[in-house]
């Protein structure tokens, strides 16, 4: 069939990148059924964490404050940040009818999760040389059955990973070069919102500083201080 092709068309369609491309639309085009039967599955509550999201995104979207309105005596919820129960609140503010807007409510960590994903392969692209490297590791990582789970079930992860990694984007930027004002309050925001998120991210602040150290010297490291204390002000 090709031979039939006019030699230039030929010749694109033997390029690297069009394999590349091809490749991944084939990785691609196997992943959406299994991403798109996990948003369509109706189950709740499986893992103890998606429940407490669910109840207290409804109780925050029904303006009864954020507490655990499926026990006795409502009791405030205090185990886990806000953000993400909020942002299923919004949502269900949208649609309140429960389990029909389940689907609604899990297309948050599914998008949030091609947000990280497209916000990794930046942040990957930027730090190798290799042309191949970030795409197929967001490929092999979007193919991960932890992440399929992560992004089609209540779960804060995926959220959690995208703010991150938008912070660690423009905190990259910071330490080439980038020392405007509104990159900084960016990622400090960005940081404090994956804190509000998952209390998981003042293990990273080290590692930006000491990246930030190597790299830049003292000015980068006061951005950087600068940019996690809102971070750790929260703690």
Request: one cysteine or more; charged letters at 15%.
């Amino acid at each position: 069939m090709l031979g039939t092709l006019r030699p230039p068309l030929v010749a694109r369609l033997r390029a690297p990148g069009w394999r590349r491309a091809a490749a991944a639309a084939a990785v691609v085009a196997v992943l959406l059924p299994v991403y798109w039967w996990g948003l369509r599955d109706p189950a709740v509550g499986l893992y103890h964490d998606d429940g407490i999201y669910a109840v207290t995104a409804k109780a925050l979207a029904e303006g009864r404050g954020y507490r655990i309105v499926s026990l006795p005596e409502e009791p405030p919820q205090t185990k886990y940040p806000i953000v993400f129960p909020f942002l299923l609140s919004l949502v269900w503010r949208v649609f309140p009818a429960f389990p029909q807007n389940l689907f609604w409510l899990k297309l948050a960590p599914f998008l949030s999760a091609v947000v990280w994903l497209w916000l990794s392969y930046r942040l990957l692209a930027g730090e190798s040389k290799n042309s191949c490297a970030a795409p197929t590791l967001v490929l092999l990582t979007a193919a991960s059955g932890r992440i399929v789970l992560f992004s089609t079930t209540l779960l804060s992860e995926t959220l959690f990973a995208a703010l991150a990694t938008g912070a660690l984007l423009l905190l990259r930027g910071i330490e080439q070069g980038d020392q405007s004002r509104s990159a900084l309050a960016a990622s400090a925001v960005l940081a404090t919102a994956a804190f509000l998120t998952r209390t998981a991210i003042p293990g990273a602040i080290p590692l930006f500083r000491t990246q930030g150290a190597a790299r830049r010297g003292s000015e980068s490291v006061s951005a950087l201080l600068l940019a996690g204390s809102g971070i750790e002000s929260g703690r």
